[in-house]
């Protein structure tokens, strides 16, 4: 029963062995193995793809290397959809270094030039919707946090970027949506609380947002949600 609880973490580092090679007479640890298989292994394949797809990008200087910015948005978007609603994808993301790339990503000169364009706004709102899942695993509701990736992602600087982003990108109702979605999520820890408000000015940014975006019911929400958040903080209030 352990040799196939470990069997997963081989088969999804690129070891040889494959779970034909296990026999397993237990019927309890037949069970067991049957649901490892079926849920567990695809997470930490689905993971470890999904950290070296997020790694490639990492490294890039020149977009036009993935195949142009619709290429890139098209995979993040995979990313997307694989994260939703998995705890446990979410948290081995978390574990296997997604959030600091996270910060990585997001100080990248494509994204932090001036003047960006519809592809690389894509972009940002594929990436800052990755930061969503990876604070709550189905986005909203505040029992599927992942404590563990809140604390990291503020740690390694994401909340400076995000607000650093908001303000740069705060024309584009579509940015502004999803940045004010992953500053909803990140707020959720006391230490990001201080940083995005005091710190990053995310509060006078949020009052920006809504200023511009009044019209835009999804903006609106998001930033509002945002600013209930980062009330919890004394003072942010003032």
Not at 159 to 164: G, I, V
Not at 165 to 188: D, G, K, Y
Request: with cysteine; aromatic share 4%; charged share 15%.
């Amino acid at each position: 029963q352990q040799q196939q609880q470990q069997s997963p973490g081989k088969a999804a580092s690129g070891s040889s062995l494959t779970w034909d090679q296990f026999t397993i007479t237990d019927g309890k640890a037949s069970a067991l193995g049957a649901e490892i298989k079926r849920k567990v292994l695809p997470d930490i394949t689905n993971a470890v793809d999904a950290h070296r797809y997020l790694s490639q990008f990492d490294n890039v200087q020149d977009i036009s290397v993935l195949g142009g910015e619709a290429v890139i948005v098209s995979q993040l978007a995979k990313v997307n959809a694989l994260q939703k609603g998995n705890r446990a994808l979410n948290e081995e993301l978390g574990r296997l270094g997604v959030c600091e790339q996270m910060a990585n990503m997001l100080c990248s000169p494509l994204l932090t030039g001036a003047g960006v364009g519809v592809g690389v706004e894509g972009i940002l709102v594929q990436l800052f919707s990755i930061v969503v899942y990876l604070c709550r695993y189905d986005g909203l509701v505040k029992a599927s946090e992942i404590a563990a990736n809140v604390a990291k992602l503020g740690q390694c600087g994401v909340c400076e970027l995000t607000a650093s982003l908001l303000s740069r990108n705060i024309a584009s109702p579509m940015v502004s949506e999803q940045v004010c979605f992953a500053i909803r999520n990140l707020a959720a820890n006391a230490d990001n609380q201080v940083k995005l408000g005091s710190t990053a000015g995310c509060c006078e940014a949020l009052v920006r947002v809504l200023t511009r975006h009044q019209d835009s019911a999804g903006v609106v929400e998001q930033a509002c949600w945002a600013i209930v958040n980062l009330a919890f903080n004394a003072d942010n209030q003032v």
